[in-house]
């Protein structure tokens, strides 16, 4: 796992990294989670800030990152309607885009896609891998831990709409973020 700030992979042996605020602090981490969509712009910071919120509440000690299977908006903020949804909602909005790579299966416990599409590179990208069936289990789409919602339900991309579109998005992922919590308070 690599600090966004330090562009380091932070010591596990004896005591491990999370991150709060954007800066590493001492602390025993015990999931480690990415957000994934095609660009990180839009949908995965959104799901970012919103697990991050939530697992918070939960009293959940988790490393929660997002990033992108494509890398053409690498470096730049988050989408300013997915800016603005979070904040009018209380949420963080802090964010650099960056694209995923094959070494992000080593470094995270889960990466949640948004959609099939994004499944569907996450697995091409395991499958280049010798661990590629133990890596393939770390692939969850995020609406499937929303009860509400229609099997193999995705998050659709608000990029090309209007404001309302990406409070549809956050409304989705809020729903699928408290079940993810739940989850992971069953399971870890």
Not at 60 to 70: F, M, N, R
Not at 93 to 120: C, G
């Amino acid at each position: 796992m690599i600090s966004r700030d330090t562009g380091k992979v932070p010591s596990t042996a004896n005591s491990r990294a999370s991150q709060a605020n954007g800066t590493w602090q001492n602390a025993i981490v015990t999931i480690r989670i990415a957000m994934i969509c095609m660009g990180n712009i839009c949908r995965s910071p959104i799901a970012e800030h919103v697990l991050r919120h939530k697992a918070s509440e939960a009293g959940l000690d988790i490393y929660i990152e997002s990033g992108g299977t494509g890398g053409w908006h690498a470096g730049e903020p988050a989408d300013t309607r997915a800016q603005q949804v979070l904040i009018d909602n209380g949420y963080t909005h802090r964010h650099t885009a960056q694209q995923i790579s094959h070494t992000w299966f080593d470094n995270f416990d889960y990466l949640v896609v948004m959609d099939e599409h994004n499944r569907h590179a996450l697995e091409r990208i395991a499958d280049r891998h010798p661990h590629a069936h133990a890596h393939k289990k770390k692939i969850k789409m995020l609406r499937e831990f929303d009860d509400s919602a229609p099997r193999h339900a995705e998050v659709p991309d608000p990029y090309y709409g209007e404001l309302q579109d990406f409070e549809d998005v956050l409304r989705m992922v809020e729903r699928a973020c408290d079940g993810l919590v739940q989850y992971l308070q069953r399971h870890h």
